[in-house]
């Protein structure tokens, strides 16, 4: 089985700073998919950015960056400059590529952008 | 173009009795599946569907079930609910089992009360 830790639970960062938000995981697959998403109130979870676990090259979107440690089962998010707009709940998680199907979600980071 | 449809927004019921949710997909994706998001247990795996056939199931009681329709429209049904049922379902839908270009909806809020 699959799981998905995020340790912090409430995070705030002052406008225009970067912040990083953490994630480890626990698998015995060795093809899989990581992904940060992002839940505003509205509601709808919002895909952020996503890793392959084969690929060594941090994936990269515009302001958010990761940093995925495979050895450490470890991907974390950074936030730089960040935004009013970045104020959400984000989540991480996990799909095996073999079933390509399910996510497993952390519990979540509530996120505060302050102005 | 269109982003996943999920309707109602907002549904309060009362205990004992039955829902249905609905869930359009984006045109052309095959693959619907639903999550249940609770405070206490957060983002949970409800069961998924392509081309009308459930190809995985999470860990909930027979009291959860769903169909998927020929035009991949998806439906979710809970019978005799139960306060415990309150939460927010989510449905998401992608391309095939392949992609992990996964789009989600914005919930349909279930109270029981």
């Known amino acids: 089985a699959q799981t998905v830790t995020q340790s912090q639970p409430e995070m705030s960062v002052q406008e225009a700073e970067t912040v990083t938000l953490s994630c480890t995981y626990d698998?015995?697959?060795?093809?899989?998919?990581l992904f940060w998403y992002k839940q505003p109130p509205s509601r709808q979870m919002i895909l952020v950015i996503r890793q392959e676990a084969y690929k060594q090259q941090n994936a990269t979107e515009n302001r958010f960056s990761v940093n995925f440690q495979k050895a450490a089962k470890s991907f974390s998010l950074k936030i730089s400059d960040s935004q009013l707009g970045d104020t959400a709940m984000y989540f991480c998680?996990?799909?095996?590529?073999?079933?390509?199907?399910?996510?497993?979600f952390g519990t979540g980071t509530s996120l505060t952008v302050i102005p | 173009k269109a982003g996943v449809t999920q309707t109602p927004r907002y549904l309060i019921k009362t205990r004992g009795q039955q829902v249905t949710l609905s869930c359009s997909p984006i045109?052309?994706?095959?693959?619907v599946s639903w999550y249940q998001q609770t405070p206490g247990q957060g983002l949970q795996f409800l069961f998924e569907?392509?081309?009308?056939?459930?190809?995985n199931k999470g860990n909930f009681p027979g009291r959860f079930s769903g169909r998927q329709f020929s035009n991949s429209r998806s439906e979710m049904n809970v019978s005799t609910l139960e306060l415990g049922d309150s939460a927010l379902y989510l449905c998401a839908s992608s391309l095939s089992r392949d992609s992990y270009g996964y789009t989600f909806g914005s919930g349909t809020r279930l109270t029981v009360v």
């Open positions: 698998t015995s697959e060795s093809n899989y998919y």
């Open positions: 045109s052309g994706h095959r693959s």
């Open positions: 998680a996990f799909m095996n590529k073999n079933t390509g199907n399910q996510f497993y």
């Open positions: 569907y392509f081309s009308e056939t459930q190809r």
